[in-house]
């Protein structure tokens, strides 16, 4: 379907009594002061993080074009034995002294940093979570004694992977973390910081694990961040002040209340969660106009303004860059770089021009209307019609009603592809679908769109005997899409942890016969690869728990993408403890 595209900026006033809604030009987040790290942002937080280390300045370029490091990441995340003010003083110095010879060599930046700088993470420590206990209940629920102890091994994990940031000692704006109240945990390896969109399966695994304490601390961290910002960003560093990531902290909250039931939390949290969805309303719409009909609707998409390369991947963003002639180009294309790792699909076909699909360069991820974000926020909307409907806030659970109703007309009209009974990601500069299989295809189950749109238990069984090859094919798992590409690493056979759960969801949602039967398979499987995977290394590594998995193997780790594969590791664990404790009784272990 062609539709005109008009970006715009939602700006919702809501109040307990009244309600409007108003349309103007898209402008980027805005953010406030935080702290010790205030004066290196923007003016009125406009343009993200402009700190002279770690965001911006010379002493950035030089040290990361050079390629110091193997990983651009490492730089940024080092904190700074003096002031900004004498750092660059020390450097200016180094530049004059090795004017001659064109510059410092990278022996000579490695020696100015030993001598200027931490090592990466100093300022992380472990600690131990006070809540953590070495037999949960829930190990009761699993029949097979080997997943028994797996369950267990990974459960242990969150003492390996609880920090807290230690800025004591360090001078103001000499580190590159956004300090927290709470206890957090980690991805793993190279990730030493909190993530917005890891959490969520973090936190559910916390809770199988019956750690309650140490996951609302984490929602009050990010609560903390939507006041000082606005927003929450992509994860924990000011480097990452100018996105966000999949907005979800509305369904970790849920997640949270349903296990504890803790309703004074709830009306705490609860403006603040109002707070984000209106952030999102204002930064992230696109406004689309059925040319035909002259029907407009409004959807959301992942839109940053940037330009310049990302300081965790400076080398990769710049160096790509290289192939634009111009500032503008440059500026399209660090714009969906940015906007790309704000949908933690960084990165895939699914945002590079549909011409040329496995050239990062021919990104565009700010001209894709997505499915996946979509489904999150039609969930987000339901959810929170719920919680003001449980609060007595009747306005904003109508008005919150009013947005979900909204949303699945403009998902049906824009996505939904009435031959495959699929939801199809929409391009604004092609005006079509991208009709490529990817695993965002079918997330609008898991947000149970079905229950809006009357779609019956045959279509649901028509969709997903349409994908059985791809969903029952694998050993591994689903892989995320059949378009493969070196660098693009949410593609081909690799397969995602919190992708799975989302498909696994999206089937035993519907709990039709087929389905049910097509879950369980997957399930098993799932678990299997992990399983092997740890058993595997439990002699030599302690047993691993990877990133990402190859579809096509069991037990191994999957590749590609900006850096290697990483061990720990935050979602694979959540993902697995949620799923050990739900179908632990019918779980079967496949051969290795």
Not at 517 to 526: E, F, P
Request: proline share 4%.
């Amino acid at each position: 379907m062609d539709f005109l595209n008009k970006k715009i900026q939602t700006i919702l006033f809501i109040g307990i009594c009244i309600i409007s809604l108003l349309i103007v030009n898209l402008t980027k987040a805005e953010t406030s002061e935080i702290k010790d790290v205030s004066q290196f942002l923007g003016a009125g937080g406009t343009s993200g993080c402009q700190h002279p280390i770690y965001c911006n300045g010379t002493l950035l370029k030089t040290i990361q074009l050079t390629q110091v490091f193997n990983d651009s990441k490492t730089f940024v995340d080092m904190p700074m034995r003096s002031s900004v003010e004498e750092i660059n003083e020390q450097f200016n110095q180094l530049l004059l002294n090795t004017s001659k010879n064109g510059g410092p060599n990278k022996e000579e930046l490695a020696a100015f940093l030993s001598e200027n700088f931490y090592p990466a993470g100093y300022e992380v420590e472990p600690v131990t979570p006070i809540d953590w206990v070495p037999n949960p209940s829930f190990l009761d629920e699993i029949s097979d004694p080997n997943l028994v102890d797996f369950a267990r091994s990974i459960h242990g994990k969150w003492l390996e992977l609880t920090r807290i940031f230690n800025t004591s000692g360090l001078c103001d704006g000499c580190y590159s973390s956004i300090p927290v109240d709470n206890p957090f945990v980690i991805a793993g390896s190279r990730f030493r910081e909190f993530y917005y969109w890891d959490s969520y399966w973090i936190i559910q695994g916390l809770l199988v694990s019956d750690m309650t304490t140490t996951a609302k601390g984490m929602l009050r961290n990010f609560g903390d961040m939507i006041t000082e910002f606005g927003f929450i960003p992509n994860g924990g560093r000011i480097y990452y002040l100018n996105r966000s990531q999949p907005p979800l902290f509305t369904q970790m909250v849920s997640k949270y209340i349903e296990a504890t039931s803790d309703m004074e939390f709830l009306q705490e949290i609860l403006p603040i969660l109002d707070q984000e969805y209106q952030w999102w309303m204002t930064h992230r719409t696109t406004e689309l106009i059925n040319r035909e009909t002259g029907e407009s609707v409004i959807l959301n998409l992942y839109n940053v303004t940037n330009n310049s390369p990302r300081p965790e991947s400076y080398y990769e963003d710049y160096t790509d860059a290289q192939c634009f002639s111009n500032d503008q180009d440059k500026d399209y294309f660090y714009s969906s770089i940015a906007s790309g790792a704000e949908s933690g699909w960084d990165f895939s076909s699914r945002w590079m021009s549909p011409s040329d699909n496995t050239n990062l360069t021919t990104i565009q991820t700010i001209d894709v209307v997505p499915v996946d974000l979509n489904s999150i926020l039609y969930l987000n909307e339901k959810i929170l019609s719920s919680f003001h409907k449980s609060l007595g806030n009747n306005s904003m659970s109508i008005f919150y009603q009013s947005q979900f109703e909204s949303r699945v007309n403009a998902m049906q009209l824009v996505f939904f592809n009435e031959n495959t009974y699929q939801w199809n990601d929409y391009n604004l500069k092609t005006s079509t679908n991208n009709e490529n299989w990817y695993t965002s295809n079918i997330l609008p189950l898991f947000a149970d769109i079905q229950s809006s749109i009357d779609m019956d238990n045959q279509e649901i069984d028509l969709l997903f005997k349409s994908l059985a090859n791809v969903l029952i094919g694998y050993p591994g798992g689903v892989p995320t899409s059949l378009i493969s590409a070196q660098s693009l690493q949410w593609d081909g056979l690799n397969v995602w942890p919190p992708l799975q759960y989302w498909i696994i969801e999206s089937i035993m949602i519907p709990n039709t016969t087929f389905s049910n039967i097509v879950g369980k398979n997957l399930i098993d499987r799932w678990i299997t690869t992990n399983y092997c995977g740890w058993n595997s290394t439990l002699e030599s590594e302690g047993g691993m728990m990877f990133e990402k998995y190859n579809a096509n193997f069991i037990g191994v780790p999957g590749g590609g993408g900006e850096y290697v594969v990483q061990n720990g590791f935050g979602w694979t664990n959540g993902v697995d403890l949620y799923l050990l404790k739900k179908y632990g009784k019918t779980i079967t272990l496949n051969n290795c």
